[in-house]
């Protein structure tokens, strides 16, 4: 018992040996904030395996619909499918703010389908993208990605959203 409990130990540190964790920071426009620009960190803890996850937060603004800029917390998780340094990137985002921004109607209303319907913008968003990192451990990082905007409340619900990131990228062996 003694023999497999050791030899499974071996097994484990010569497996998280070769685990290689990214750590990217990176200046996003509109992206993952859903409105507004952001500052971002993402930890990549295996990012070697075809599919590995990824998860981050930042600080950002988000610009409200009398042009006023709040501060805002855009958290989120997803995963990379690719082994070498261009991936696919999938994964759901989300910001919160110090105001109660996805609820403020606005002026325009985003063509409500009622005279006195709000329309609110859903905090929470899917995206699709691309990144690419550096080839050797560190250096330049960019990505670009796809979103959809939710909208309730409106006669188009979903608004096509992008984003895109440009920062710096290390990758570290554990």
Known sequence: MKKAFLLFAFCCCALLSNAQTRNTVYLE?????IMGPAILYERNPNSKKNLSLHYGAGVGAIN???????????????????????KFEFGLAGAVTTKDYFETSSDECYDCLG????????????????????????????????????????????????????????????
């Open 29 to 33: 426009l509109l992206g993952k904030n």
């Open 64 to 86: 409200d619909f009398n042009d006023e800029w709040h501060p805002s917390l855009p958290l989120f998780v997803g995963g990379n499918l690719g082994k070498k340094n261009n």
């Open 115 to 174: 005279p006195n319907d709000q329309s609110i913008i859903v905090p929470l968003t899917l995206y699709l993208g691309f990144k690419h990192y550096p080839k050797k451990g560190k250096g330049f990082f960019y990505h670009a990605n796809a979103q959809p905007i939710v909208i309730t409340n409106s006669f188009i619900p979903v608004i096509p959203w992008f984003g895109l990131g440009i920062g710096y990228s290390t990758q570290t062996r554990r």
